[in-house]
């Protein structure tokens, strides 16, 4: 098994991490105080084909596989963690499910808007009852002639009020287990009865999108459902994989930022006379981050690689996703105290 970055992948990381640093870096700290979604970043990301990231080269897209994927979740998230999760669950989430389950027709209409940044992509899953317990969503779809009636609530949904489509996943069949009768559907912004009810606060990633979405009698026609009738929570579980190989890289990508800062700061802040860098304190707290990170990195680039082979990697990123946020939570709170 030989999951090392390619020369490719090198360059990629390179040139996104020069965009973050120059396009990002300098402007998450306003955009996180004043909780304000950075619109006006769009176009660049598209620009360098950020919103396209597994959208074949057909449908406008960069075509990139799970690795490089990977790559440009986490330099975003290095320098601003509001950005990588639109980044993250726009090609992942929303614009995955298309990808991975929508038909032809389907395709030719979203992935283009989507990959050039005119339509930027929402999936809605949880909601207020039921967040690790996805299945007990109470979100309904009712067959109306040749359409469906959506009546619900979807709670902490990210793009929901920028969105220019979002995937909505209802109960199609009540009397089916609770895992056998769900169904995504395709629900375009604007459509009658489907809005944003309230946005939420949050303690971090301010600037991201995140919001209460309301769906009341939202009609859609049965071309706007997406995939096999009833077969929504399997494919959800195949989404939900791959998303947690991009959260993976998004905590690989806030540790890495935090602990650049810690260590920048350690070589310019003296005292009794030199650098506080040179103190074995601050040495260790720092040699402790960049292990774990490391070793979070290795986790996360064993899960990409498994998904670009088309190999089974529920527990792969299950594992990275679980010890790369914690190694980031662990070198934040180190950072901490250096400054």
Known sequence: MDFTPTEHHQLLRKTV???????????ARKWDAEERFPKEIIPKLAAMGLLG????????????????????????ARADGSLALTVASHNGLGTGHILIFGNEAQKKKYLPK????????AWALTEPGSGSDSAGLRTTALRDGDGWVLNGTKMFITQGSVGGFCVVLARTNPSAPKQKGITAFIVD????????????????????????????????PDSQRLGELDHGFADTMQILDRGRISIASMALGLGRGALDMAVRY????????????????????????????????????????????????TSEASMAKLFASEAASRACNRSLPVH
């Open 189 to 220: 912004h604007g459509t009658k009865g489907f809005s944003a009810s309230k946005h939420l606060e949050k303690l971090g990633c301010r600037s991201s999108d995140t919001v209460e979405l309301t769906l009341e009698d939202v009609r859609v």
């Open 114 to 121: 989507a990959a050039s940044g005119e339509w930027l992509a």
């Open 53 to 76: 990231i597994r959208i074949p080269e057909e449908y406008g897209g960069s075509g990139m596989d799970m690795t490089a994927y990977a790559i440009c979740v986490e330099e975003i």
């Open 17 to 27: 991490r020069e965009f973050a640093r120059a396009e990002v870096a300098p402007y």
């Open 266 to 313: 350690a070589k310019d802040r003296k005292q009794f006379g030199k650098p506080i860098a040179e103190f074995q304190a601050i040495q260790w707290m720092l040699a402790d981050s960049k292990t774990e990170l490391d070793a979070a990195a290795l986790l996360t680039q064993r899960a990409a690689w498994l998904a670009d082979q088309g190999k089974r990697h």
